[in-house]
C-alpha cells in the first residue's frame, strides 16, 4: 500500500510479557517516529528515527522500551516485561523529511492498540 | 503540565454553520502550530498548520488563527459538513526539535444534519 503499515492492529498480552509492533513506513520517507496515544489524551513523542539511527529516544518512558530500524526502513518497538500502564495506541508516522515533522507534513498509520492484562 | 491544552472535549454543531475549535498553549517557543483531524480507528491526518510569524492562514473551508500574545489559536471550519465530524488534534512544536509534536487531548466535532 502506499500509507503508513503498522502490525498487529490490536494486541492482547498479559503483564510481563514481552511484545513487538511492526511499522512500514512510506517508501523513501527518511524520517520515523513512534508516538504513543492513552485514552482520552493526545498522542505522546516516544522516539524518532533519521535513517537507520535513533535521533532522539527522549520520549521513551524507561529502559522497557526499545526501538529498532536497521535497514532504515520498517521499525520495530519493542516493550519489555510489559506492565498494565502501558496500554495503549501506538502510533507510527513518517515523513520525507525531519523538518517536515514540524510543518504538517506526518503521515500517520492507523497504530497498533496495545492491551495488556 | 500540559503545554498543549485543547479545554472542549466535544463541541456539536449544526450543518452548515461555522465550527470554531480552541487551543491553548503555554510555551512561547513553539515556531509552528498544527491541526490534525482524526476518525475512528484510523491515525491521526493533518489538515492545517501555521508558523508562528503569522496569524491567519487559510486553506478552503478551514482557517487557523494565531493570537500569540494570548497563546491561544484556534481553527475554523465554514461550513460545517457532516464529513468534518471526527476528532480534532491541536499540536505544536519548536524550532529546536522541529520534528517533535506536542499533542493537546483533542475535540471531539460533531455535526447535526
Known amino acids: 500500500g502506499a500509507g503508513v503499515s503498522q502490525t498487529p492492529s490490536n494486541k492482547v498480552t498479559e503483564k510481563g510479557k514481552y511484545v513487538e509492533l511492526r511499522c512500514d513506513p512510506i517508501?523513501?520517507?527518511?524520517?520515523l517516529y513512534w508516538y504513543r496515544q492513552s485514552l482520552g489524551q493526545g498522542p505522546e513523542f516516544l522516539i524518532y528515527f533519521q535513517g537507520t539511527g535513533a535521533a532522539d529516544d527522549s520520549g521513551l518512558p524507561n529502559d522497557r522500551f526499545f526501538a529498532v530500524r536497521p535497514e532504515g526502513s520498517v521499525s520495530t518497538l519493542k516493550i519489555q516485561r510489559t506492565e498494565r500502564g502501558d496500554s495503549a495506541v501506538y502510533l507510527c508516522?513518517?515523513?520525507?523529511?525531519?523538518?517536515?515533522?514540524?510543518?504538517?507534513?506526518?503521515?500517520f498509520g492507523e497504530g497498533s492498540r496495545l492491551t495488556v492484562l | 503540565d500540559q503545554q498543549v491544552k485543547q479545554n472542549s472535549p466535544s463541541l456539536s454543531v449544526q450543518e452548515g454553520r461555522i465550527s470554531i475549535l480552541n487551543c491553548d498553549y503555554t510555551?512561547?517557543?513553539?515556531?509552528?502550530f498544527l491541526w490534525y483531524k482524526k476518525y475512528p480507528a484510523e491515525g491521526p491526518t493533518f489538515l492545517i498548520s501555521i508558523s508562528s510569524i503569522k496569524d491567519k492562514n487559510e486553506d478552503g473551508r478551514f482557517t487557523v488563527f494565531l493570537n500569540k500574545s494570548a497563546k491561544h489559536l484556534s481553527l475554523h471550519i465554514v461550513p460545517s459538513q457532516p464529513g468534518d465530524s471526527a476528532v480534532y488534534f491541536c499540536?505544536?512544536?519548536?524550532?529546536?526539535?522541529?520534528?517533535?509534536?506536542?499533542w493537546g487531548a483533542g475535540t471531539k466535532l460533531i455535526i447535526k444534519p
Open positions: 499540536a505544536a512544536s519548536g524550532s529546536i526539535s522541529n520534528y517533535q509534536l506536542i
Open positions: 517508501s523513501g520517507h527518511t524520517a
Open positions: 508516522a513518517s515523513s520525507l523529511t525531519p523538518s517536515s515533522g514540524g510543518t504538517g507534513e506526518l503521515f
Open positions: 510555551n512561547s517557543m513553539f515556531d509552528y
